[in-house]
């Protein structure tokens, strides 16, 4: 602000016996050097209420320019806590999703060992049956004793 704003100037001031409520306003001393004092003393308080609200004005702007990037920093670091959960949702989807192809192909080789147990098992018992089928069939004879040995 200029000086102008805070230092009034005569023409500013209003002029004396023009005061609009002679009752609020102290009496006028009637010689010229405490009208000055007084003249001087208006302006200084004039002066003083004018910074004073300027700087109540200067204080509500910074404490609203701050709640306002209070505001906007909250609101962003809410924002990037939302992203970052739905970031880790969807790792934790896509991981469970891996876990459960994973299981499913497990599970299915299970199945292909267990049926090629079983097969394997279901061979076996043919061919030993067969076997022993085959033996149960085949008389065998005695080996001669030769007479010399007893």
Do not use: C, N, W
Not at 118 to 133: I, V, Y
């Amino acid at each position: 602000m200029s000086s102008s704003e805070y230092f009034p100037t005569e023409d500013t001031l209003p002029a004396p016996g023009h005061e609009s409520d002679a009752a609020t306003e102290p009496a006028r001393p009637a010689t010229p050097g405490a009208t000055s004092a007084a003249r001087t003393l208006e302006m200084a308080a004039m002066t003083a209420d004018q910074l004073v609200a300027d700087a109540r004005a200067e204080a509500e702007s910074l404490v609203s320019d701050a709640r306002a990037k209070a505001d906007q920093a909250a609101a962003e670091l809410a924002h990037a806590q939302e992203e970052q959960a739905a970031d880790l949702d969807r790792e934790r989807t896509t991981a469970m999703a891996g876990l459960a192809d994973e299981k499913a192909a497990l599970e299915a080789e299970i199945a292909s060992l267990r049926q090629a147990e079983a097969d394997q098992r279901s061979q076996m018992r043919r061919l030993l049956t067969e076997t022993l089928a085959q033996l149960d069939e085949t008389h065998l004879e005695p080996p001669a004793q030769d007479p010399g040995q007893h």
